[in-house]
């Protein structure tokens, strides 16, 4: 009986004995390193290089570099051990990519709707000047047709002696003027005389 326990764990453990190992899969989506694998001071400063390309998924103002998150720290040890074992940076921020989705990058690539990101702002910057100069075009021949604001044809300014026809916003007009700029009886002196 122990013969056929011990053969029926054997038979039942030969197939995962005999099936190759997979690779982790982060690695099976990169692919295989395509460049050199790193070490000591070169190894760290490409991890931080690497790491401020990417978006703290937490923190997500910051960098991997740059975030005191613990996901941040762990997205910059997988980065280290990318480029510890030969992968170079675009097949990292591919995997990453994959992961996260493009969000986790920092600066996005131009593609699709990226595009627009990028160029928008000048898009709408342009169109609104092509907008703004159109209407200038419409409005007449440009700023020569406009009047003058304070020419004496476009505004009609009383004389200061000059008082309304009703006799009782005349009669305050009158006190406020005798109060205010201490005329007698609130008539403005003579242009030659002295006030």
Same mark, same amino acid.
């Given at each position: 009986?122990?013969?056929?326990?011990?053969?029926?764990?054997?038979?039942?453990?030969?197939?995962?004995?005999?099936? #190759?190992?997979? +690779?982790? #899969?982060?690695?099976?989506?990169?692919?295989?390193?395509?460049? =050199?694998?790193?070490?000591?001071?070169?190894?760290?400063?490409?991890? !931080?290089?690497?790491?401020?390309?990417?978006?703290?998924?937490?923190? @997500?103002?910051?960098?991997?570099? !740059?975030? +005191? /998150?613990?996901?941040?720290?762990?997205?910059?040890?997988?980065?280290?051990?990318?480029? =510890?074992?030969?992968?170079? @940076?675009? @097949?990292?921020?591919?995997?990453?990519?994959?992961?996260?989705?493009?969000?986790?990058?920092?600066?996005?690539?131009?593609?699709?709707?990226?595009?627009?990101?990028?160029?928008?702002?000048?898009?709408?910057?342009?169109? *609104?000047?092509?907008?703004?100069?159109?209407?200038?075009?419409? /409005?007449? /021949?440009?700023? !020569?047709?406009?009047?003058?604001?304070?020419?004496?044809?476009?505004? !009609?300014? #009383?004389?200061?002696?000059?008082?309304?026809?009703?006799?009782?916003?005349?009669?305050?007009?009158?006190?406020?003027?005798?109060? =205010?700029?201490?005329?007698? *009886?609130?008539?403005?002196?003579?242009?030659?005389?002295?006030?």
């Amino acid at each position: 009986m122990t013969r056929v326990a011990l053969l029926s764990i054997a038979l039942l453990s030969l197939p995962a004995m005999s099936a #190759p190992a997979e +690779p982790p #899969p982060s690695a099976s989506r990169a692919g295989a390193p395509r460049g =050199a694998p790193l070490s000591g001071p070169e190894l760290d400063a490409r991890t !931080d290089e690497v790491g401020a390309l990417l978006r703290c998924p937490v923190c @997500q103002g910051l960098s991997v570099s !740059d975030s +005191p /998150s613990s996901m941040a720290r762990n997205m910059k040890a997988e980065v280290r051990d990318k480029l =510890a074992a030969g992968y170079d @940076q675009e @097949q990292i921020l591919a995997d990453f990519e994959h992961s996260y989705g493009e969000f986790v990058r920092l600066k996005p690539t131009l593609r699709g709707v990226n595009w627009l990101v990028w160029f928008g702002p000048l898009l709408a910057l342009i169109a *609104g000047a092509a907008l703004i100069a159109s209407k200038l075009k419409r /409005s007449g /021949s440009g700023p !020569d047709a406009l009047p003058a604001p304070w020419s004496a044809a476009a505004v !009609d300014v #009383p004389d200061r002696g000059t008082l309304p026809d009703d006799p009782r916003l005349a009669e305050a007009m009158r006190r406020v003027r005798e109060l =205010a700029y201490g005329w007698p *009886g609130g008539v403005p002196p003579k242009a030659g005389a002295s006030a």
